[in-house]
């Protein structure tokens, strides 16, 4: 049983930052993909950043140059730094990993805020 754990997350005001952070049980070795999705009420989930196993990264034209994502397989951990927040970033932000056999794994999700 595959479980994602982020933690992170919150509150912050325009121009902010905020690190998200995804634990996955076991190894992440076992993931071409590990990412972040992110949706608000009534929208479909959208693909915020992700990262493959060959260190290739793909970002949604709307957080480019602002989130940085990063895999450490050796911790079993993915990183969001998400620099100069802007409104349109609130949501709630959820963790994906996809095996080999192209089965997706989710988190319960973590939200975030930016408001002033």
């Known amino acids: 049983q595959v479980q994602l754990v982020e933690s992170g997350g919150g509150s912050e005001q325009p121009g902010g930052s905020l690190s998200l952070f995804c634990t996955a049980s076991?190894?992440?070795?076992?993931?071409?993909?590990m990412g972040w999705y992110r949706q608000t009420p009534g929208n479909q989930r959208e693909l915020v950043a992700e990262?493959?196993?060959?260190?290739?990264?793909n970002y949604a034209d709307s957080v480019w140059g602002r989130f940085t994502i990063s895999r450490d397989d050796i911790e079993n951990t993915v990183h969001l730094q998400m620099h100069n927040l802007k409104p349109e970033d609130t949501a709630v932000y959820y963790c994906n990993a996809v095996d080999y056999t192209e089965y997706p794994y989710w988190g319960p999700g973590t939200q975030v805020t930016v408001s002033s």
């Open positions: 076991g190894s992440i070795r076992r993931f071409w993909s």
């Open positions: 990262a493959t196993s060959d260190a290739r990264t």
